[in-house]
C-alpha cells in the first residue's frame, strides 16, 4: 500500500516556469526520497532528506520537509522539456533498506 | 551507486504460462527488491529477496504466484506464475544505496493476452 499521496496527480507548465509537487505521508520516518521516472522506465533517485533536515538544494532541485506535518514538497526551478517525467516520493521508515512509494505526479513541460 | 540490468525488457505472454524475470547487479548487495507498477500507478513492493534465504513477502502477494530465487549475490530471479490479463506490469528490482536510497533496473514490461 502507499505511504502517502502526491499532488497535483498531474501538472503541466511552460518551459521555464518552476514547478512544485508535495508528498504528504501516514507515519514517522528515518527519510524521504524523490525519484524521477522517464516513460514508464526505471527510477532514477534525485535526492535524500533526512528527518533531522528541513531543507536540502541539488542543482535545480530544491526539497523541503516539515516532520510536524508529514509533508515534503520538491520544486524544479526555470524547468525544461526534458524534465518531463513523473515524479515520485518515497518514504524510508525502517532499520533496513525498504521504501514505501507515493501515488506520483506527472509533470509536463511544454517547449 | 549500482548498476542493475533486467532480462527481459519486454515480453508479450499468454495467459497460465509463466515467465521469469532476471536482475543482475554489478555489485554484490545483501537486499534485492522486486516491485510492481501496474499502468498509470505508483510502485508496490512484491517482496524482498535475501541471499540465502527465503524472500520476505508484502500483503497481498504470496510464493506460489511470485517465485523468487537468489542464488547468490549479484543476482535474483522473479518468476509471474499462471499468468492473467491483471499481471500486466512493469515490473522492476532495485538494491538499496548507503543511504537506503534505491537503484532501479530498467524494468521490464510484461502484457499477458
Known amino acids: 500500500s502507499q505511504q502517502g499521496e502526491e499532488d497535483p496527480q498531474a501538472l503541466s507548465i511552460q518551459e521555464g516556469e518552476n514547478a512544485t509537487m508535495n508528498c504528504s505521508y501516514k507515519t514517522s520516518i528515518n527519510n524521504l526520497q524523490w525519484y524521477r521516472q522517464n516513460s514508464g522506465r526505471g527510477l532514477v533517485h534525485l535526492i535524500l532528506?533526512?528527518?533531522?533536515?528541513r531543507e536540502k538544494h541539488s542543482g535545480r532541485l530544491r526539497v523541503t520537509l516539515d516532520t510536524s506535518k508529514k509533508s515534503s514538497s520538491l520544486l524544479i526551478t526555470a524547468s525544461r522539456a526534458a524534465d518531463t517525467a513523473s515524479y515520485f516520493c518515497a518514504t524510508n521508515s525502517g532499520g533496513y533498506q525498504k521504501v514505501t512509494f507515493g501515488t506520483g505526479t506527472k509533470l509536463q513541460v511544454i517547449p | 551507486s549500482a548498476v542493475i540490468s533486467q532480462k527481459p525488457s519486454r515480453d508479450i505472454c499468454q495467459r497460465g504460462t509463466s515467465l521469469t524475470i532476471q536482475c543482475q547487479v554489478d555489485s554484490q548487495v545483501t537486499m534485492m527488491f522486486w516491485y510492481r507498477q501496474q499502468p498509470g500507478q505508483s510502485l508496490t513492493l512484491i517482496a524482498t529477496?535475501?541471499?540465502?534465504?527465503?524472500?520476505?513477502?508484502e500483503s497481498g502477494f504470496v510464493i506460489d504466484k511470485f517465485p523468487i530465487s537468489r542464488p547468490n549475490l549479484t543476482f535474483s530471479t522473479l518468476t509471474v506464475s499462471n499468468m492473467s490479463p491483471e499481471d500486466s506490469s512493469i515490473y522492476l528490482c532495485?538494491?538499496?544505496?548507503?543511504?537506503?536510497?534505491?537503484?532501479f533496473g530498467p524494468g521490464t514490461r510484461l502484457t499477458v493476452l
Open positions: 532495485s538494491v538499496g544505496g548507503a543511504v537506503n536510497e534505491q537503484f
Open positions: 529477496a535475501n541471499q540465502g534465504s527465503e524472500a520476505t513477502y
Open positions: 532528506i533526512r528527518s533531522n533536515e
